[in-house]
């Protein structure tokens, strides 16, 4: 599932789910009648934990705490649908160089970032259809 397709399928649940007005934004998407400022990610692989970028987390944070709106983090996976309330969750950060600099498979150049594994085991899942 793409970003686009995940937007589309919580848009069943949060009707006026909206996409950031910024496409640059650290988050992607509003739910103003439910008070959430939503990161979606989508991941060709299952992972037992989820990667977070501090940057984004903290921009997630400091925006929906400014807003008085609940900051969500929704994964997606081959194996399902998953939700975390940032403000709940406490989290270990770690420096690395193991990460790459994009998302695209053909650039291969890593780049050090500072993020946490979220384990799927803290998250709500949401049921969806192809798992």
Not at 23 to 42: A, G, M, P, T
Not at 49 to 55: D, F, G, Q, R, S
Request: charged share 30%; proline share 4%; aromatic share 12%.
């Amino acid at each position: 599932m793409r970003e686009k397709e995940l937007f589309e399928y919580l848009k069943r649940y949060l009707t006026d789910l909206r996409l950031a007005d910024d496409q640059y934004s650290k988050w992607d998407c509003v739910s103003d009648r439910h008070k959430f400022l939503i990161e979606l990610k989508s991941r060709r692989t299952h992972y037992d934990t989820l990667l977070i970028e501090k940057p984004k987390y903290e921009s997630l944070i400091q925006r929906a705490e400014a807003a008085g709106y609940v900051p969500l983090y929704v994964n997606s996976t081959p194996n399902g649908v998953y939700s975390f309330r940032l403000n709940e969750l406490e989290l270990n950060w770690e420096t690395n160089t193991k990460n790459p600099a994009t998302s695209e498979f053909s650039n291969r150049l890593r780049v050090e970032k500072t993020v946490s594994y979220i384990p799927i085991s803290k998250a709500k899942v949401i049921e969806y259809a192809n798992t």
